[in-house]
């Protein structure tokens, strides 16, 4: 699942031992099983398309109170999330970290507050894709059913919940399997699961207690933005951008990726401000950001500096893959949720010709 995310919002947690231990031995039981069973049917299109709108507008109308449990590769956290929707659609919700640094994130609509409470900073920023669990499809413009076969499998409970279970299965190899279980009365996303070669799980964030159909407490949300007004505030801001007209391309033969934005952004480390300083240390890249409607990756174009060390090479944590390379005076770095191939395919599409100068 794409899930793209600036790294104010990310935070390293680590839970009690007996019960990360106990949740994940439980979840990979609970995977082993699935893999093993076999397909009841695969959906018929109207069905398929049908059932992942539920998905994704659930995430977005539920009221919904509860606790994700993260897994990525051998990393877990944990957070408690917050959900309301009121008789205009208009949504407010709150994440928080249960372990760790204390973290917290605020959104309301598409504004979203990110706040650090030993800097007592607060990040602004806008987020365009509303694809993070429990939401689900990242874009309208490539159809995932073109992309990907969607079954039924057998029903199972998660979080005490009764659930439809799907499994997407892509075309090709350019992008992981992906497994979900969905509330069957709401289609509220319990579990998700990013599935590697033989159905080996990379990734997965599941609901461990979750309460849907709460009332709502908005007011508590829009009082802790309000709350932080008073905090060093740094606001995000995205420029449009053409990468072409910087002479820059991007080459790549997979089926499916559409780009859906090309901005020019700030990106760092954000830390605790000093006299005489801005809040944090940030500096400009240009982003691509590709998608198939249900995973995507982001390329980064910044030139080369002194202040920021870099080197060529690859790297993964579950199922982000991560490829960093130098074209010129300048690192190209692609992120994505999806095979390490698709990652330095991307990665070696990318060109540069310096413009020409009018």
């Known amino acids: 699942m794409q899930k793209g995310r600036s790294s104010a919002n990310a935070a390293g947690v680590r839970g009690k031992r007996g019960l990360s231990r106990s949740f994940f031995l439980a979840l990979c039981l609970t995977a082993a099983a699935a893999t093993a069973q076999p397909s009841e049917n695969t959906l018929n299109r109207r069905d398929a398309t049908a059932w992942l709108n539920k998905i994704h507008r659930a995430a977005q109308r539920e009221n ?37 640094k204390p973290r917290e994130v605020l959104r309301q609509n598409d504004v979203v507050h990110s706040l650090i409470p030993e800097a007592k900073l607060v990040v602004i920023e806008k987020q365009e894709a509303k694809d993070r669990f ?53 289609g509220l996303l319990m579990r998700a699961q990013t599935l590697g070669e033989g159905g080996k799980v990379l990734e997965q964030v599941a609901f461990s207690q979750v309460d849907i159909g709460v009332p709502s407490d908005k007011q508590r949300i829009l009082g802790a933005i309000k709350g932080a007004s008073s905090w060093n505030r740094y606001e995000v801001t995205y420029q449009p951008a053409n990468i072409a007209d910087e002479g820059w391309s991007i080459n790549t033969p997979l089926k499916g990726f559409q780009k859906i934005r090309e901005v020019r952004r700030p990106l760092g480390e954000l830390r605790a401000p000093t006299p005489g300083s801005k809040s944090g240390a940030m500096f400009e890249v240009l982003q691509v950001v590709y998608s198939d409607g249900l995973t995507g990756l982001s390329v980064f174009i910044e030139p080369v500096s002194e202040q920021r060390a870099r080197r060529e090479g690859v790297a993964s944590l579950g199922a982000t893959q991560v490829v960093v390379r130098r074209v010129n005076d300048f690192w190209v770095t692609v992120v994505g949720e999806v095979p390490a191939a698709t990652v330095k395919q991307f990665a070696a599409g990318v060109e540069y010709r310096p413009p020409k100068v009018h």
């Open 64 to 100: 919904y109170v509860g606790t994700l449990i993260y897994q990525r590769g051998s990393v877990m956290h944990a957070s408690r999330i917050q959900h309301y929707s009121d008789l205009t659609n208009n949504e407010y919700e709150r994440l928080e970290t249960l372990d760790g």
């Open 134 to 186: 429990p939401a689900l499809l990242a874009t309208t413009k490539s159809d995932v059913l073109d992309l990907y076969d969607m079954r039924k499998l057998a029903a199972e409970r998660v979080a005490g919940v009764e659930c439809e279970v799907f499994a997407l299965e892509p075309h090709d190899t350019a992008r992981y399997a992906v497994r979900l279980w969905a509330d069957k009365n709401s």
